[in-house]
């Protein structure tokens, strides 16, 4: 008989394997999945009620803010309050941190990083979009509030990460440090159920994903390599969503490029609650990811929590050829120049 194991099964079940939860950090994910139902059902019907259209103004990232992210960021705001395990909270709708009140006068000893609805240019033209989330332990006192210095933690750092895409079906992903399981959400029970067991990443795959649109602003070496990924006939897929791009290279390989462009010299995507979060489950599945300078994604110090990075990430031997190419191309820096 084909057993259906939920999300809330799984989680206790795996409940073990995390070293020092006493089901803090299961309440946390399944606080989680919560929000992710609640949040699907007003995207799937976003088309339907007036929750469409810009919310005005802007986020930090400098995107047109749209009811629906600002739904998103509520209802995952509302739901991790509920636990009492999460601390507070940094989102890329919000400036600073948001704390959330202790339950029974106990401080959550986790905090929680997240882009409540990545993509979300793509509302208005019914294509995919996402949420991304990131978990950390807290460093300071729990027996106080959070501090700032609990979410600008290295990516090596964080204890879970996940996303969940919104797409023709909804699939909530995610890790703890022990590979990389999906569930894809079933409406007739509503319950996310147990679809993609122990996910791991194809070493090598036929797609690259990048915004071909900026190709003349981003650095020299760069532009070769994309030079090169045409030459060997890979076919180019970018959707503009990051979860929907990393979800495609996940499952079928290939690598999704962010470069650093004029616009944005230090990449677009923010390190706290996109790279890192992406980057600890794409390493888990066995694949990688690191900037244009070749840097591991999960070792950048975060000193900011809206910080951005540039970012390759994807299958182990593209980034691996990636890496070689760049620095084979690289024009050296100009203190590396011979001394005329
Ligand atoms: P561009 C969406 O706004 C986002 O943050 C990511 O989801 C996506 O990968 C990227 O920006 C798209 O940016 O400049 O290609 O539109």
């Known amino acids: 008989m084909n057993q259906i194991t939920t999300l809330d099964e799984f989680i206790i079940k795996r409940q073990k394997d995390f070293s020092y939860a006493t089901g803090e950090l299961t309440g946390l994910l399944r606080d989680i999945g919560v929000a992710a139902k609640i949040v699907n059902r007003e995207v799937n019907k976003a088309g339907l009620v007036n929750i469409l259209g810009n919310y005005g103004g802007e986020n930090e990232s400098g995107d047109q803010v749209k009811k629906l992210d600002i739904f998103a960021n509520e209802k995952f705001i509302d739901c991790l309050s509920n636990s009492g395990e999460c601390s507070g909270i940094a989102s890329e709708e919000n400036d600073d941190i948001i704390h959330l009140e202790g339950v029974d006068g106990k401080d959550g000893k986790y905090v929680l990083v997240m882009d409540p609805l990545d993509g979300s240019s793509n509302i208005d033209v019914?294509?995919?979009?996402?949420?991304?989330?990131?978990?950390?332990?807290?460093?300071?006192?729990?027996?106080?509030?959070?501090?700032?210095?609990?979410?600008?933690?290295?990516?090596?750092?964080?204890?879970a990460a996940g996303y969940v895409l919104y797409g023709t079906s909804t699939i909530l992903v995610y890790t703890t440090?022990?590979?990389?399981?999906?569930?894809?959400?079933?409406?007739?029970?509503?319950?996310?159920?147990?679809?993609?067991?122990?996910?791991?990443?194809?070493?090598?795959?036929?797609?690259?994903?990048?915004?071909?649109?900026y190709y003349l602003k981003f650095d020299v070496e760069l532009r070769r390599y994309i030079d090169y990924c045409s030459d060997l006939n890979l076919r180019l897929r970018y959707i503009g969503s990051m979860v929907s791009d990393i979800h495609r290279i996940l499952f079928q390989g290939g690598i999704f490029l962010y470069p650093n462009t004029r616009k944005y010299p230090k990449g677009k995507l923010r390190l706290?609650?996109?790279?890192?979060?992406?980057?600890?489950?794409?390493?888990?599945?066995?694949?990688?990811?690191?900037?244009?300078?070749?840097?591991?994604?999960?070792?950048?110090?975060?000193?900011?929590?809206?910080?951005?990075?540039?970012v390759v990430i994807g299958s182990p031997e593209m980034v691996d050829e990636m890496m070689e190419f760049i620095k084979r191309y690289q024009e050296p820096a100009t203190s590396e120049l011979p001394q005329a």
Do not use: W
Request: aromatic fraction near 8%.
């Open 126 to 159: 019914n294509v995919s979009v996402g949420t991304i989330f990131g978990i950390y332990r807290r460093k300071s006192d729990t027996s106080g509030p959070c501090k700032l210095s609990d979410f600008l933690q290295q990516g090596s750092e964080l204890v």
């Open 177 to 213: 440090g022990r590979g990389v399981n999906g569930f894809t959400l079933d409406p007739s029970i509503g319950e996310f159920c147990l679809s993609h067991r122990d996910m791991k990443i194809p070493d090598k795959g036929i797609y690259y994903s990048v915004n071909q649109g």
């Open 272 to 310: 706290l609650y996109e790279c890192n979060p992406i980057a600890f489950i794409v390493e888990q599945a066995g694949g990688k990811a690191i900037n244009c300078k070749l840097e591991r994604i999960m070792d950048l110090d975060v000193v900011e929590l809206h910080q951005r990075s540039s």
